[in-house]
């Protein structure tokens, strides 16, 4: 049967990248792509304790339906979280979602019509793309150095583009590059996104990863007139299964938000939510962020200072303060899509996410994204050196 889909089919498409990772599941392969955070930093048997008590004891209110904006409990708690580290909000500013990607389609869903503009860092998180295009938008984007978006000519484009409708941000350790926006340019932001009438929508997942540096302010904790939307989540804190994340916004656009998540999925597992709950409440939450942030440090430093040795010279990468990627940059001319199907699985046996993905408007093929999150010390540094090895063997291109 022919189905006849709406329109907006035809830009909802499988990723290149699915199908190229599928050899993934080969167990010889050691791979690098995915963001997945570290299982052995799941807190197993807290997280076993409170399901088991919670339905022992509350089954019959954990196991309801329940409000469909959260639970109230959880909402104070993240208020609170947000307020102890520097963005004053309230319980009714606080939405809780299926994770930070809900709230990138839940955004889209509210604000953009087919041909309205987004600004993106570019590269940027192939997730938000996958979550804005059935909402038809066009797309500009803004080069990312070192310090994040280079503001500067976010200003540049803002002058000459009819006016966009939603900037989107990962500020803290970013994905894919793994570099964190500067406070200058912070502010910098906000002026701009006043001045040219921008929603930001500012997606950090990463912010509690910071594992070296100093923690920079929030765009959100500086936005005085409602006009950042803040997504957080417990993915790569507590454990991504658990499907809770959260947005901070204005009252008026949670409220928005709130209408259009009861039509979605009408609410968040309340056992899910219930259990996060107890654990802000009962567990030693900053001891399990220590913990996590000092497997992460050590891991980063573990795969660059493998790269170092072990890459030809002209393979450059960032060195992140926090987070869970970096960034590789080849020779100009270099595939690394190409070189990923022809040498990288085949010959090493190695996998990581070609950059190209991650570019909404004009691809650029010399990248990749590479985790050093999942991967154990001995695989991390056997993995680095295989590629080390087929990239030195083959030329950097
Ligand atoms: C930048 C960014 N935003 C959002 C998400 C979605 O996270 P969640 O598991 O909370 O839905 C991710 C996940 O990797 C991400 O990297």
């Not at 955004?107 to 993106?120: C, E, P, R, S, Y």
């Not at 938000?128 to 070192?146: C, G, M, Q, S």
């Not at 409602?226 to 991504?240: D, E, H, T």
């Not at 928005?256 to 030693?284: E, I, P, R, W, Y």
Request: aromatic content about 8%.
């Amino acid at each position: 049967m022919e189905v006849n889909f709406a329109d907006r089919m035809k830009i909802v498409k499988p990723s290149a990248i699915r199908e190229l990772l599928q050899f993934g599941a080969n167990p010889e392969i050691i791979s690098f792509a995915g963001g997945y955070p570290d299982p052995n930093l799941f807190p197993v048997e807290q997280l076993r304790g409170i399901f088991q008590s919670a339905i022992s004891e509350n089954g019959r209110n954990v196991l309801q339906y329940t409000l469909s904006n959260g639970l109230p409990r959880l909402r104070e708690q993240l208020a609170e979280k947000m307020k102890r580290e520097g963005t004053a909000c309230t319980a009714d500013e606080v939405l809780i979602l299926q994770g930070a990607q809900q709230g990138l389609d839940l955004v889209a869903k509210m604000l953009i019509n087919a041909g309205d503009l987004i600004i993106t860092e570019n590269p940027t998180f192939l997730g938000a793309l996958i979550a804005f295009n059935p909402f038809e938008p066009r797309y500009k984007t803004v080069p990312i150095d070192e310090n994040g978006m280079v503001v500067d000519e976010l200003e540049e484009l803002l002058k000459t583009t009819p006016r966009a409708k939603l900037l989107y941000t990962t500020p803290d350790f970013h994905n894919p590059t793994g570099v964190t926006l500067s406070l200058e340019r912070r502010k910098k932001l906000l002026q701009l996104a006043t001045k040219y009438d921008l929603i930001i929508l500012e997606d950090s997942p990463y912010r509690d990863l910071r594992y070296q540096g100093e923690q920079v302010p929030s765009i959100k904790s500086m936005d005085t007139e409602g006009r950042v939307i803040y997504l957080g989540s417990f993915s790569k804190i507590l454990a991504p299964a658990l499907r809770i994340g959260w947005a901070v916004a204005s009252k008026k656009i949670v409220e928005s938000l709130g209408l259009l998540k009861l039509a979605a999925d009408t609410q968040t597992s309340t056992l899910n939510m219930f259990a996060v709950s107890t654990f802000l409440d009962k567990c030693d939450f900053d001891a399990l962020l220590l913990s996590i942030r000092n497997t992460y440090r050590h891991k980063k430093a573990l795969m660059l200072d493998t790269m170092r040795g072990e890459f030809p010279q002209e393979v450059a990468f960032t060195d992140p303060n926090g987070g869970l990627f970096t960034w590789l940059t080849f020779s100009p001319g270099f595939n690394a899509g190409e070189f990923l199907r022809e040498k990288a699985l085949p010959l090493a046996k190695v996998a990581y996410v070609p950059g190209a993905t991650f570019y909404p408007v004009v691809q650029e093929p010399n990248h990749a994204r590479m985790s050093y999150s999942l991967q154990s010390d001995e695989q991390l540094v056997e993995g680095i050196s295989r590629l080390g090895e087929v990239l030195r063997k083959t030329g950097s291109l």
